[in-house]
């Protein structure tokens, strides 16, 4: 999340992506950062057991989300 | 009945749950802190209320003198624990894990003390039996000092900025003294350049500690493979090498240095036998690891480095001096621990001296100049409430 912000605020668009059991944290740090409503991508637990292929569903899974938080039209 | 014993019970749990309904606390009752209570704290050190003890970056917060000092007395520190406090934050500041946000982890770290020197009896701080456990309030409360300003001076708070999954029980205080009375061994301070009259505190980020239960030996290999065996499991493997810090109990320090062996042998022994095969890692899949992050990995993983073996063995420290060895427990039984930290693995620990309070005529005359100007006042007018309409406990 803090990379997230720190990008946008440096000017370059960014989407941060969580698992869902961060949201709490996710949402704290926003805050700390003083970006409450920053919009970031969350997806299925877990990420790191997962095979290449099933990376790669995630991946499809979250694109549209992703791109239109960047604003993609 | 005394009316110096007399207070208003009612008064006292108004306070108490004042704290903690602001989310001030650790889950247990703290200590209401007025500025005048404060100003005692301050009182044990020349160092400015400001001064940054431990900057978190990341977060934009910071722990100063002034917030270690309100946590320690919310902790239930008696003033003169504060020098140790101090010692510890600065410690930690220098062990570096901090810092780098590792107390946003999943892992779920705490602060691991290691107080040696001539404070230890100063302030009643416990070296003996039950070293690990409760009975003790300098050891109970300059540990849960450091978790307050955890939770209350960077806001490090479980389901919040704390993403621990299970945390640590020792999250609540983990706070030790050696026992160099009864060690056959130089003090830990001494080991890294202080003298024995000085006091010092040496900080370690910690997951775990570990039993040992060795009451059947004499002989050192046995022993220390034993201690090999538990530092070597292979579920504390998250990264390509692991350290250590072993507490020994007077028992089993005596059976090696009776036997010849230093700390420096037992180091050396540790690093050559804490070691797994390719096989027992494979079982566990932690036989190979990232080739980008070092975290231990399957080997048919698509980003999986194979790891080198040494007739056949792996080994899981990465130098004699990624283990720290020191004393402490009751001289009755052969029990010892292995406490699981996150460093040092070969630079030196982050032995840090105590600066002692009380300060020289001059130096705390100008410090309460100093404290004066900065509006702490001591004594009965001071007792103006802190912060946010903390309450003042007023006796009858």
């Known amino acids: 999340m803090a990379d997230g912000i720190l ?5 370059l668009p960014a989407v941060s992506i969580c698992t869902d059991p961060f949201a709490l944290t996710a949402r704290a740090m926003a805050k700390a950062y003083g970006f409450p409503g920053f919009e970031y991508v969350s997806i299925p637990h877990p990420v790191a057991s997962l095979s290449e292929a099933e990376i790669q569903a995630r991946v499809h899974g979250l694109l549209p989300d992703l791109l239109r938080i960047l604003g993609v039209e | 009945m005394d009316p110096a014993l007399t207070v208003d019970a009612a008064e006292l749990r108004r306070a108490m749950e004042y704290y903690a309904d602001q989310g001030w606390t650790d889950g247990l009752p703290v200590v209401p802190v007025t500025e005048s209570y404060l100003a005692e704290f301050l009182a044990q050190t020349d160092r400015d209320p400001g001064d940054v003890l431990l900057p978190m970056p990341q977060l934009n917060r910071a ?7 309100i946590n320690a007395a919310l902790a239930g520190c008696r003033p003169e624990y504060f020098p140790v406090v101090l010692a510890a934050w600065e410690s930690l500041a220098a062990e570096g894990y901090p810092v780098k946000g590792i107390w946003q982890s999943t892992t779920g770290t705490a602060p691991f003390l290691i107080v040696n020197g001539p404070v230890r009896d100063r302030i009643g701080l416990n070296s003996q039996g039950n070293v690990f456990g409760s009975g003790f ?4 409360t300059i540990g849960r000092a450091i ?11 479980p389901h919040e900025l704390d993403q621990a999954t299970q945390g640590t029980p020792a999250k609540y205080t983990f706070c030790i003294a050696e026992n160099e009375e009864e060690s056959p061994w130089p003090a830990l301070h001494t080991e890294f350049g202080l003298a024995a009259p000085d006091s010092a505190v040496t900080a370690m980020v910690i997951r775990s500690c570990v039993h040992i239960e060795a009451r059947h030996t004499r002989v050192p290999e ?3 493979t034993d201690i090999a065996g538990t530092i070597s499991r292979t579920g504390a493997l998250i990264h390509e090498t692991i350290s250590a810090a072993v507490v020994l109990s007077p028992e ?3 059976l090696f240095s009776v036997a010849g062996w230093g700390k420096p042998d037992l180091r050396q022994f540790l690093f050559d036998h804490a070691v797994r095969t390719r096989a027992e890692l494979a079982a566990a899949g932690k036989e190979a690891v990232s080739s980008r992050t070092r975290w231990r990995l399957p080997a048919d993983h698509p980003d999986a480095l194979p790891l080198a073996a040494e007739d056949g063995a792996i080994r899981v420290l990465n130098s004699p001096a990624a283990v720290l060895v020191v004393v402490a427990g009751a001289g009755n ?3 010892s621990a292995v406490v699981e930290t996150f460093g040092p693995r070969g630079g030196p620990p982050p032995v840090t001296r105590v600066r002692l309070g009380r300060l020289p005529g001059l130096a705390r005359r100008r410090q309460r100049a100093r404290l004066d100007r900065l509006g702490y006042r001591g004594g009965p007018a001071g007792d ?3 912060g946010a309409g903390a309450q003042q406990v007023r006796r009858r």
């Not at chain 2, 722990?63 to 000092?69: F, M, S």
């Not at chain 2, 309030?137 to 109970?140: I, K, L, M, P, T």
């Not at chain 2, 978790?147 to 708070?157: I, K, M, Q, S, T």
């Open chain 2, 222 to 224: 046995q022993l220390a």
């Open chain 2, 384 to 386: 103006a409430e802190l």
């Open chain 2, 147 to 157: 978790r307050l300003g955890v939770l209350n001076a960077f806001g490090l708070r």
């Open chain 2, 137 to 140: 309030r300098a050891n109970a």
């Open chain 2, 63 to 69: 722990c100063t003198v002034r917030l270690a000092a």
């Open chain 2, 333 to 335: 039984a052969g029990v």
């Open chain 2, 252 to 254: 089993h320090a005596r």
């Open chain 1, 7 to 11: 990008l946008e605020r440096a000017g």
